[in-house]
């Protein structure tokens, strides 16, 4: 399938894109800081909000922190900490504030954060008629490891052709090996793909870097100046091929 603009296939990103956690991280994490009697103003939530998204696109502060903290950073609790440190301050609070206030903070999402894992409304449906209609669809990952049975359990493997983590070839979005090598599994040029994630630093930023098509899937509006088309929920896709 050829698309009037020229797409044959479409990669998508998974984390934030087509799996989401409600509530979120984020979420949680101010809903807390205000319990605390922190003073949060609505800039101070997109602030924070764009912060995460640059913090796990592959920084240079995420970067220094595993190599800090070392192998299986997300499950040792001195990154966690350092990371609501590193929040803290990006919300408004002192650096010595921050410092004080992390472990609290960190025990708090150890223990009161459960959300539930869910697919965006309408993917399903949007997923079948994009494979129908001859389109290559892929998933493409900053996970370490492949993610095909989470997939399954999520309803969702059925509909691509092929996966991606990024531990796979060792190159993590915004990189752009990632992105060639999902290329050749996809068979087409990047002029011929559409890479579509929520994560402007990684997703917009790595797939233009190497020539795809990129498409923000920015609910929240946190990124008014992507500079590429952006899209608020699922069923705004179609349009854009």
């Known amino acids: 399938m050829i698309s009037?603009?020229?797409?044959?296939?479409?990669?998508?990103?998974?984390?934030?894109t087509l799996r989401i956690?409600?509530?979120?991280?984020?979420?949680?994490?101010?809903?807390?800081?205000?319990?605390?009697?922190?003073?949060?103003?609505p800039e101070d939530l997109t602030r924070a909000a764009r912060w995460e998204h640059y913090y796990f696109a592959q920084s240079p502060e995420i970067?220094?922190?595993g190599e800090k903290f070392k192998s299986q950073k997300f499950e040792n609790d001195s990154f966690w900490i350092?990371?609501?440190?590193?929040?803290?301050?990006v919300l408004g609070c002192s650096p010595v504030q921050a410092v004080e206030l992390a472990p609290q903070f960190s025990a708090h999402m150890a223990e009161h954060y459960k959300p539930e894992v869910r697919v965006p409304e309408k993917v399903p449906a949007l997923l079948a008629d994009l494979k129908n209609a001859g389109y290559t669809l892929g998933?493409?990952?900053?996970?370490?490891?492949?993610?095909?049975?989470?997939?399954?359990?999520?309803?969702l493997r059925e509909f691509f052709h092929f996966t991606l983590a990024a531990g796979e070839v060792n190159s993590f979005k915004p990189d752009r090996v990632i992105f060639e090598a999902a290329l050749q599994r996809a068979g087409t040029s990047a002029s011929e793909t559409m890479y579509v994630g929520d994560n402007f630093f990684a997703d917009v930023v790595g797939s233009r870097r190497a020539g795809l098509r990129p498409v923000l899937y920015d609910p929240?509006?946190?990124?008014?100046?992507?500079?590429?088309?952006?899209?608020?929920s699922f069923d705004q896709l179609p349009a854009l091929l």
Do not use: W
Not at 4 to 16: A, C, E, M, W
Not at 21 to 41: D, K, Q, R, T
């Open 4 to 16: 009037p603009n020229g797409i044959k296939s479409i990669l998508f990103d998974l984390d934030g």
């Open 21 to 41: 956690h409600l509530p979120s991280g984020g979420e949680v994490f101010n809903a807390y800081a205000l319990s605390l009697g922190i003073a949060l103003h």
């Open 63 to 65: 970067k220094a922190d």
């Open 82 to 89: 350092n990371f609501g440190r590193r929040r803290l301050i």
């Open 139 to 155: 998933m493409v990952s900053n996970r370490d490891k492949p993610f095909d049975e989470q997939l399954t359990e999520m309803g």
């Open 220 to 232: 929240r509006g946190l990124f008014p100046d992507a500079e590429c088309p952006v899209i608020t």
